[in-house]
């Protein structure tokens, strides 16, 4: 079999460097790629033990462990007997292939590993890079994309021992056409996401989160729902979105923008909009109590699996956004949605605890429903 490989496969087979590092623009291939070497690596290796990581489980079941199981397909190399959803691993004859998030305490300072890899290494810190750093006899292989404009990973690249590499959808020869056309949109959009999303460069720091956003009043047939999102409040605002999403561009609506409201409120306020309740309602997790009550109002009201706020942000930011005319306060938010500064007025890479009552919402349904690089919906 003729196997289709990218540029970061060549230069993972080639260099003998302890760390390597892809940074990288939108469609560029790295974490595919990177899997396709782990796996056939192994295949001349034994009794090593791979591991595949990242900040959460969550965004690690919906998007490496997929590109991780169509390999193996692919290579024939999957038995379904030998792939451990629950303790997190794949035999690969004497060798293992694990895979683990961050935020679990017992597996970032457990046991050792031959080689790992940080899928989407932005999400973690610096000490939790050093101690898995610290756990790996080999060698760490980090990708990430360059979205945020400091970040510890940026200082690798002068590290004499480390293998750091910018690479772009054009060093990808097997992207279809539609998708290089939708990146290279950017350039007319936004320059700052052409440099992040097109040419895999850090971004430039500008104060408001987001300035991608543009208007619609009607959807485009093709458009395809991907549900309802709620974020509770009582003194702040309790509201309701409706998100769609058409290839890379999203659609988002304000249904419901309310203060001082209870659940019973809201769940009279949702049935007299004349919606589908049996579409998904990604709700804010940290009222459980709300969402058991619109459960039992016959809304199909889910929790949250909350990931990193800058990972949402991130999911926004890597679709065209456009804002229903009428939702003003949606055009409120994201006009004064800003970044956190310190007292010299740089920025940080934290955005400002307020005039985000619908933004998190937004967050939330593509945290949750977006797949990174593949175009399906889960829920």
């Given at each position: 079999?003729?196997?289709?490989?990218?540029?970061?496969?060549?230069?993972?087979?080639?260099?003998?460097?302890?760390?390597?590092?892809?940074?990288?623009?939108?469609?560029?291939?790295?974490?595919?790629?990177?899997?396709?070497?782990?796996?056939?690596?192994?295949?001349?290796?034994?009794?090593?033990?791979?591991?595949?990581?990242?900040?959460?489980?969550?965004?690690?079941?919906?998007?490496?462990?997929?590109?991780?199981?169509?390999?193996?397909?692919?290579?024939?190399?999957?038995?379904?007997?030998?792939?451990?959803?629950?303790?997190?691993?794949?035999?690969?004859?004497?060798?293992?292939?694990?895979?683990?998030?961050?935020?679990?305490?017992?597996?970032?300072?457990?046991?050792?590993?031959?080689?790992?890899?940080?899928?989407?290494?932005?999400?973690?810190?610096?000490?939790?890079?050093?101690?898995?750093?610290?756990?790996?006899?080999?060698?760490?292989?980090?990708?990430?994309?360059?979205?945020?404009?400091?970040?510890?990973?940026?200082?690798?690249?002068?590290?004499?021992?480390?293998?750091?590499?910018?690479?772009?959808?054009?060093?990808?020869?097997?992207?279809p056409k539609l998708q290089v056309e939708e990146i290279e949109k950017l350039k007319d959009r936004d320059p700052n996401l052409w440099r992040v999303f097109g040419l895999g460069l850090?971004?430039?720091?500008?104060?408001?989160?987001?300035?991608?956003?543009?208007?619609?009043?009607?959807?485009?047939?093709?458009?395809?729902?991907?549900?309802?999102?709620?974020?509770?409040?009582?003194?702040?605002?309790?509201?309701?979105?409706?998100?769609?999403?058409?290839?890379?561009?999203?659609?988002?609506?304000?249904?419901?923008?309310?203060?001082?409201?209870?659940?019973?409120?809201?769940?009279?306020?949702?049935?007299?909009?004349?919606?589908?309740?049996?579409?998904?309602?990604?709700?804010?997790?940290?009222?459980p109590q709300g969402i058991a009550e619109m459960v039992r109002a016959g809304i199909n009201a889910k929790p949250v699996k909350k990931d990193t706020i800058l990972a949402g942000i991130?999911?926004?930011?890597?679709?065209?956004?456009?804002?229903?005319?009428?939702?003003?306060?949606?055009?409120?938010?994201?006009?004064?949605?800003?970044?956190?500064?310190?007292?010299?007025?740089?920025?940080?890479?934290?955005?400002?605890?307020?005039?985000?009552?619908?933004?998190?919402?937004?967050?939330?349904?593509?945290?949750?429903?977006?797949?990174?690089?593949?175009?399906?919906?889960?829920?």
């Amino acid at each position: 079999m003729k196997i289709q490989t990218t540029e970061v496969f060549q230069l993972l087979q080639e260099t003998n460097k302890r760390v390597c590092v892809f940074q990288g623009s939108s469609r560029a291939g790295k974490t595919y790629n990177i899997i396709l070497w782990l796996v056939i690596d192994l295949l001349n290796k034994e009794n090593k033990v791979y591991s595949i990581i990242r900040k959460t489980l969550p965004a690690l079941k919906g998007s490496v462990l997929r590109d991780l199981k169509e390999i193996l397909l692919m290579l024939d190399l999957y038995d379904d007997s030998k792939w451990h959803s629950v303790d997190g691993y794949y035999e690969l004859g004497s060798n293992i292939i694990e895979w683990f998030s961050v935020d679990d305490e017992t597996k970032l300072r457990g046991r050792k590993r031959d080689i790992g890899f940080v899928n989407e290494a932005t999400e973690i810190t610096y000490d939790e890079y050093v101690q898995l750093s610290l756990r790996t006899g080999e060698r760490m292989i980090l990708d990430f994309n360059p979205s945020l404009w400091q970040s510890w990973l940026y200082d690798l690249e002068s590290d004499p021992d480390c293998l750091y590499k910018i690479v772009t959808y054009k060093d990808n020869p097997f992207l279809p056409k539609l998708q290089v056309e939708e990146i290279e949109k950017l350039k007319d959009r936004d320059p700052n996401l052409w440099r992040v999303f097109g040419l895999g460069l850090k971004g430039i720091p500008t104060r408001v989160v987001f300035s991608h956003q543009k208007e619609y009043t009607e959807l485009p047939p093709s458009a395809k729902k991907l549900g309802y999102s709620v974020d509770f409040g009582y003194n702040d605002p309790t509201t309701l979105i409706e998100v769609h999403k058409d290839n890379e561009s999203i659609y988002v609506k304000e249904l419901l923008y309310l203060r001082n409201t209870t659940i019973n409120d809201l769940i009279y306020k949702i049935k007299d909009l004349n919606i589908n309740l049996k579409d998904d309602f990604i709700c804010d997790s940290a009222n459980p109590q709300g969402i058991a009550e619109m459960v039992r109002a016959g809304i199909n009201a889910k929790p949250v699996k909350k990931d990193t706020i800058l990972a949402g942000i991130d999911q926004i930011k890597r679709n065209n956004l456009f804002v229903h005319r009428d939702s003003e306060h949606i055009w409120e938010e994201l006009n004064s949605y800003v970044w956190k500064q310190d007292k010299n007025g740089n920025n940080l890479d934290e955005p400002e605890d307020k005039n985000n009552h619908l933004i998190d919402p937004l967050r939330y349904i593509m945290t949750m429903k977006s797949m990174r690089n593949t175009g399906i919906y889960i829920l």
